[in-house]
């Protein structure tokens, strides 16, 4: 059988107890998964799930105490990794709730700062930089500064910087939480488009169930801690779609109160 793009395999994470003899917290046990290339999977659970605590054990930015992570076959997270330091991984693009934009840098300069890091801040990059940002709006902008965009506009530019940055896999978490919901249902068209036209594999974590199906192909329900996968849909809705009209497409309402049956 063909490894799949990721796995994960039978992971378990705790926090140390705060008070002396008492029990470990097992925020998540038992959580088995796997992600195909090119795959576009949403995440779906409740509040305090781990649902961020499972990215960052994706991400590399903390480990599992016990099971393991494997990219393409190769274990990239176990209770024996060393942690890495926040979306700096060549392989695993990492979009958080906030959007980390450095305020003292122009819109532009933000977006190409991963590339600097890894000295590919060229006239390739710029250009293509410049074609990313035309495509969600933001062409004219690239000389503003972060605290001059609106809460949408920096989200775009957020998620322009992880995909010029080009990893194969990017992990996604809540980006779009806290816009109003016009401003949401464009970063979700210009998420769609952009998508379509590179086909990255994406793992994206959200609280609405609409927009868990309007976007994945398909949709993992996460239960109560200790968290496991409690349910897994394929999304058919064919493609491209209309984030507007997806709600009354067939299908979408059953599918809607399935899910939300589970995640209750
Ligand atoms: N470093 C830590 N030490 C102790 N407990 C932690 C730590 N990190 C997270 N937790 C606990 O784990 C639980 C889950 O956190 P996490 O942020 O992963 O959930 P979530 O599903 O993303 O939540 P939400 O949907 O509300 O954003 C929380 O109750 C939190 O208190």
């Given at each position: 059988?063909?490894?799949?793009?990721?796995?994960?395999?039978?992971?378990?994470?705790?926090?140390?107890?705060?008070?002396?003899n008492a029990q470990p917290f097992w925020i998540i046990r038992g959580l088995t998964f796997t992600v195909a290339e090119g795959e576009?999977?949403?995440?779906?659970?409740?509040?305090g799930a781990g649902k961020s605590t499972l990215l960052n054990l994706i991400a590399q930015v903390d480990t599992p105490s016990e099971g393991e992570i494997a990219f393409r076959g190769r274990t990239i997270s176990s209770p024996r990794s060393t942690v890495l330091r926040p979306g700096f991984d060549r392989q695993i693009g990492y979009v958080t709730?906030?959007?980390?934009?450095?305020?003292?840098?122009?819109?532009?300069d933000n977006v190409l700062f991963p590339l600097e890091l890894r000295g590919g801040a060229d006239a390739q990059g710029r250009a293509r930089a410049g074609e990313l940002m035309a495509a969600v709006g933001l062409a004219g902008f690239e000389r503003h500064y972060p605290h001059e965009l609106s809460g949408g506009m920096r989200k775009r530019c957020a998620l322009i910087r992880t995909l010029l940055y080009d990893p194969p896999i990017i992990l996604m978490d809540e980006p779009f939480g806290a816009l109003d919901a016009q401003t949401r249902?464009?970063?979700q068209e210009d998420l769609l488009r952009l998508w379509s036209m590179r086909r990255k594999?994406?793992?994206?974590?959200t609280h609405d169930i609409a927009e868990a199906i309007v976007l994945g192909d398909r949709t993992l329900i996460?239960?109560?801690?200790?968290?496991?996968?409690?349910?897994?849909h394929s999304i058919a809705l064919p493609r491209p779609r209309d984030v507007h009209a997806a709600a009354r497409q067939e299908g979408f309402a059953a599918l809607h109160d399935a899910i939300r049956e589970q995640v209750r």
């Open positions: 059988m063909e490894e799949p793009l990721l796995r994960v395999q039978d992971v378990g994470k705790f926090f140390p107890p705060r008070e002396r576009f999977v949403t995440m779906i659970g409740p509040s709730q906030e959007d980390n934009l450095l305020p003292w840098r122009t819109t532009l249902a464009q970063l594999t994406i793992i994206f974590v996460l239960s109560r801690p200790p968290t496991r996968i409690a349910g897994a």
